[in-house]
């Protein structure tokens, strides 16, 4: 690992405002609040928590497709926010879950992938062909694929044709929100092997979002546990897995069902009480789920505590 | 044990697809028996046909459709409208989708005492009641004044479940229960069935695309590939001996913790899941399959690996083990 990291969040934090209704006043939602990481070149940075826990809001950060309410975020070791669209697309660039809506469907596939580069306003029509036939056989598409539109492909291939379009602009960061949650699992497989072998063969470093735990440890080597908009743990992949430290980890980890007969559906110890981002409790934000909270843990907000093993926010810990 | 639900050599065609090509599912009085498949392989079909539900348009041919015995595959829409709700449920992936959103918890379920039962309101309101609080939610009479946008995913998947249950059904089919939820919730939602179907005798039809979720609640499990049942067993068994080599395929595909090393490319079935046509013959999987050959274009013969384990397939039971001999 040299220079600059190729993520760098510091102090990000973004908040909505939500309407309760046509008289009460809006509401205040902090959807991401005070995160700080940093991915080094050529990692995958695995992102898992519950829905509403805010990681899309981060990805979309980190895409720069939100402002942040306050912090920054650093690509490549340059500030986002201000950086030029067409700069930013060449260095990150984003994959998401449904192929289903994320590409045009009046379009050919070979003018789907060709769209970033397009953009870009400078490049030759020779040169755009050849590099989206490069992105196409690169995602394991044919030439003859190229010229269909996304309605006559399967969902597989339609998700290969986003992975085409993220990598045409030849981007060193990709951003991957679910890629392979509206897939089957023989398709989700060969999905997840092409990315791994895109991100050997091209050096690309992975900001991997999942709500799949099994999924991101294959994939994954470094995990962020996100719970009501903060990391409350993050450890390298195979620590996490093997020894995780906060409640809120070792819940997640427990739900996870694996294809193991006879284990029966465990317990998970959480209660019926579901986080709701509107109403964030006081002390830690998971004390009313927690199976193992102490007195302190309603008052009191941990602080995060950074070690050699990582960084975990939590009283117990 | 009694055949609950019984199906023989189901077969439906919606339109130009043959969506369901001779599928036989047994569900026993309080057996879990689940479906397992990917998209389009007549898994949900299956279930919808059972509960006569299916898309207008659409052909259904049985053998034999028995529940509890009597014969149903004859019955017309008044009689299934009798059985659906009451002796048979079902639940489905996206509560929200089969909730009414203009109407209020308590008066969906209470719905379905009055009709099939003529309970009195009052006493279908206690039954209500009642019925949260078995499934695991806290303040029984504030949910049922609520609307179902007011709730929580895992909150309304429960309230599904109760509404199924107003009835003391015998048979409950559900379908992808807990596919849109987190996995903590699926987690509780799953004990909740297995808990309620002990204690109520409920025989279960689960239809589900997550092996993870096969392999800790079924009791039974049949795989499904272009509208046949490939392969069906007791759940151990299906896990210890697959012999289909599309069931040894899928279970290469998940990744397991601590199973599949890191940075290991995972087991994948390359190609697509085909359309199957009326008219079509021989095995519907034989483009994927590394060990096809030339008598899989014709019948294949149904076979018994061992007591209770079926194979649909021309390699002979045991095949994956003597070739790695």
Redesign the interface.
Same mark, same amino acid.
Do not use: C, K, R, Y
């Given at each position: 690992m040299t220079g600059a990291p190729a993520i760098e969040v510091r102090g990000l934090r973004r908040e909505f405002r939500v309407r309760q209704g046509l008289f009460a006043p809006p509401k205040q939602v902090i959807a991401v609040d005070d995160v700080s990481f940093a991915v080094p070149a050529g990692s995958v940075l695995g992102v898992v928590g *519950?829905?509403g826990c805010g990681k899309s809001t981060l990805a979309r950060l980190i895409l720069g497709l939100l402002e942040p309410t306050a912090g920054d975020v650093l690509v490549d070791g340059q500030r986002l926010s201000g950086m030029d669209r067409r700069a930013r697309a060449r260095l990150i660039q984003p994959v998401f879950q449904d192929p289903f809506a994320s590409l045009n469907p009046k379009r050919r596939v070979r003018d789907i992938v060709a769209m970033p580069l397009l953009a870009q306003g400078s490049i030759g029509r020779a040169e755009m062909d050849r590099r989206v036939d490069e992105a196409l056989d690169r995602v394991g598409l044919s030439i003859h694929q190229g010229t269909r539109v996304p309605a006559q492909l399967? =969902? #597989? &291939?339609r998700q290969r044709v986003a992975i085409a379009r993220a990598l045409v602009l030849r981007p060193r960061i990709v951003v991957c929100d679910e890629p392979t949650s509206a897939l +089957?699992? $023989?398709? &989700?497989? &060969?999905i @997840? !092997?092409l990315l791994? *072998?895109l991100r050997t063969d091209l050096g690309l470093t992975y900001l991997f979002i999942s709500? !799949? @735990?099994?999924?991101v *440890?294959?994939?994954a080597s470094e995990v962020a546990v996100m719970y009501l908009g903060r990391i409350v743990e993050r450890t390298e992949? *195979?620590s996490l897995?093997a020894a995780p430290r906060h409640p809120y980890t070792r819940? /997640?980890l427990? $739900? %996870? /069902?694996?294809?193991?007969? =006879? @284990? #029966? %559906?465990? +317990? %998970?110890g @959480?209660g +019926?009480i579901?986080p709701d981002p509107a109403n964030i409790p006081p002390g830690c934000r998971f004390h009313p789920r927690c199976p193992v909270a102490i007195g302190i843990c309603s008052t009191e907000a941990p602080k995060p505590a950074h070690g050699a093993a990582g960084l975990v926010e939590c009283h117990l810990a | 044990m009694t055949a609950l639900l019984e199906v023989r050599d189901l077969r439906v065609t919606i339109g130009s697809t043959a969506a369901v090509r001779g599928a036989s599912i047994t569900v026993n009085k309080g057996e879990t028996h689940c479906l397992v498949g990917e998209s389009g392989c007549g898994k949900s079909i299956s279930a919808l046909s059972v509960m006569g539900l299916l898309p207008r348009g659409s052909k259904r041919e049985t053998t034999a459709l028995r529940f509890a015995g009597e014969e149903i595959g004859t019955y017309g829409e008044k009689q299934m409208e009798r059985l659906r709700g009451d002796r048979m449920a079902m639940i489905f992936q996206e509560p929200m989708t089969s909730l009414n959103p203009a109407y209020t918890v308590g008066s969906q379920m209470t719905e379905v005492l009055r009709r099939h039962r003529g309970t009195p309101r009052a006493q279908a309101v206690d039954r209500a009641a009642e019925l949260l609080a078995l499934v695991g939610i806290t303040a029984p009479g504030l949910r049922l004044g609520q609307f179902p946008h007011q709730l929580s995913g895992g909150l309304r998947q429960r309230v599904m479940i109760a509404m199924a249950l107003m009835c003391d059904p015998e048979l409950l089919i559900a379908d992808e229960p807990t596919t849109a939820l987190d996995v903590t919730v699926q987690a509780q939602i799953l004990r909740l069935l297995a808990t309620l179907q002990k204690d109520l005798g409920l025989g279960i039809l689960l239809i589900t695309h997550d092996l993870g979720v096969v392999a800790r609640i079924a009791d039974r499990v049949s795989v499904m590939y272009a509208g046949e049942v490939v392969e069906s067993a007791p759940t151990a068994a299906l896990f210890a001996d697959p012999e289909h080599p599309y069931t040894r395929g899928l279970l290469t595909c998940v990744p397991v913790p601590g199973k599949v090393k890191r940075g290991e490319p995972l087991g994948s079935i390359p190609g697509v899941v085909p359309r199957v046509t009326p008219g079509f013959t021989g095995c519907g999987f034989r483009d994927r399959c590394s060990q096809a050959h030339a008598a899989c274009a014709g019948t294949i013969p149904r076979q018994a690996v061992a007591d209770g384990h079926e194979l649909l397939c021309t390699l002979s039971p045991g095949w994956g083990r003597q070739a790695a001999a």
């Open positions: *519950e829905s399967s =969902g #597989g &291939q +089957d699992v $023989s398709v &989700q497989a &060969q @997840l !092997n791994a *072998e709500h !799949n @735990l099994a999924v *440890e294959h994939i992949s *195979e897995f819940a /997640l427990a $739900s %996870v /069902l694996t294809p193991e007969p =006879g @284990l #029966g %559906v465990p +317990d %998970v @959480l +019926d579901m | -």
